[in-house]
């Protein structure tokens, strides 16, 4: 199965990659003087995908990571690189492959250091395989001192290196940065394309995969989720409850203080999975006694755990919230055109009942508010507004209208 097939509802992004990966396979050959290289190679050292989330950023860089890697000896019989089987793609797409490596990050942003480590590793030669491939695919996420430093490896790169960023859109990239990369832009893949991979690779049945890329609008990973995680299910449901239970000041502050909890409660529970296990391992590293007793000049590297362990739980909180207000927004824009008799299609089929009752109970011009409430709350919260403030303004808002 060639690594594209994983690129949902991306045809035209496939075919620029293939492209690229053939001039790519070219180039490496002529290097060992087989055959001259393409006069126009489509193949360049910096790439920049973007696109909404869900639309498969990070999936793309990594199948291209994996062409470019590609051994098969069908290229030779002029089979397009990225076959999905050999040793090279394999062990790219799962994240093995000495000469890919793939960065992503838990925590708030990328620092100067993590990045000056990145370069380093740019300007060394393939150990084992055709290229050097670093894939970024948190690039929105640099400071700006990190991204100056990223800017001079872009600027300069090393003969065999190739730089994949992904970020939602080029406003999230230094200018200085996304003008020296080719730009990439999926979209949003179709609600049948998510529903039908669900059920080819994941074994899901047809309705659930169905109702769950609806539900999520073609975001493949939520739609995953919706349609194999129970507890994911019943948080939607209790998040698109919200509308019904802003009649009062009071409902809504208990509301927001609701939402808020259930972001820090997932926040704990990974927490309780991850941090435990990374502070076991950090002691037996630094060579704790057997009475737990730590060596001494070993306290700062334990703080700077910490430190790193509350920024993750930070994001995690941040990020489940996002997630509820995604939900909330396709909630009310499944009222906005029920009020304006709209054809769209209904994203909450299964709230059908309450979407007629607040259509009927309100004037487009109100749901807007509202849908403008939630996307302030959103903007607050990537200011580092305290979360439970933001969302409490946001449950009032949505109760004025």
Not at 105 to 124: F, H, P
Not at 199 to 220: C, M
Not at 363 to 379: M, V
Request: net charge neutral; charged share 25%.
């Amino acid at each position: 199965m060639p690594v594209w097939d994983d690129l949902v509802g991306q045809d035209k992004v496939s075919e620029q990659l293939a492209a690229a990966a053939r001039d790519a396979d070219a180039l490496v050959t002529a290097v060992a003087g087989a055959t001259p290289p393409p006069e126009a190679s489509r193949m360049t050292h910096a790439w920049l995908f973007t696109g909404p989330p869900g639309s498969g950023r990070s999936t793309a860089a990594r199948a291209f990571a994996a062409a470019l890697q590609c051994v098969s000896p069908d290229r030779a019989l002029g089979g397009v690189p990225g076959c999905g089987f050999c040793d090279g793609c394999h062990t790219s797409l799962i994240g093995t492959h000495a000469d890919v490596q793939i960065v992503r990050t838990d925590l708030l942003s990328i620092g100067v250091k993590e990045t000056r480590d990145l370069v380093r590793r740019a300007q060394m030669s393939p150990a084992v395989g055709r290229w050097q491939v670093i894939v970024l695919e948190d690039a929105d996420r640099l400071t700006e001192g990190a991204g100056n430093v990223l800017l001079k490896a872009v600027e300069e790169p090393a003969p065999r290196t190739v730089w994949l960023l992904c970020a939602p859109s080029i406003e999230d990239v230094l200018p200085t940065i996304r003008s020296r990369c080719r730009l990439l832009t999926l979209r949003t893949p179709p609600v049948e394309a998510v529903a039908d991979i669900l059920v080819r690779r994941d074994g899901i049945d047809p309705v659930v995969a169905a109702a769950a890329a609806s539900a999520t609008q073609g975001h493949i990973g939520r739609a995953r989720r919706l349609a194999t995680d129970p507890r994911a299910r019943e948080r939607r449901a209790a998040v698109l409850r919200l509308p019904l239970r802003v009649d009062d000041v009071g409902s809504c502050l208990r509301a927001a203080q609701e939402l808020v909890d259930t972001a820090s409660e997932d926040a704990k529970q990974l927490a309780e999975e991850v941090d435990v296990k990374e502070t076991e391992e950090l002691k037996t590293a630094l060579g704790a006694a057997q009475g737990g007793r730590m060596p001494r000049g070993t306290a700062g590297v334990m703080k700077e755990l910490e430190d790193r362990q509350k920024r993750r739980r930070t994001r995690t909180q941040r990020d489940s919230l996002d997630l509820a207000l995604i939900d909330l927004t396709g909630f009310y824009r499944d009222v906005l055109a029920l009020q304006l008799g709209s054809r769209l299609a209904i994203a909450n089929a299964d709230s059908g009942d309450v979407l007629e009752r607040l259509a009927r109970g309100g004037s487009p011009e109100a749901t807007l508010r509202r849908i403008d409430a939630i996307a302030a709350c959103r903007e607050a919260l990537d200011r580092n507004v305290a979360p439970l403030l933001a969302v409490e303004a946001m449950t009032m808002a949505l109760r004025a209208g």
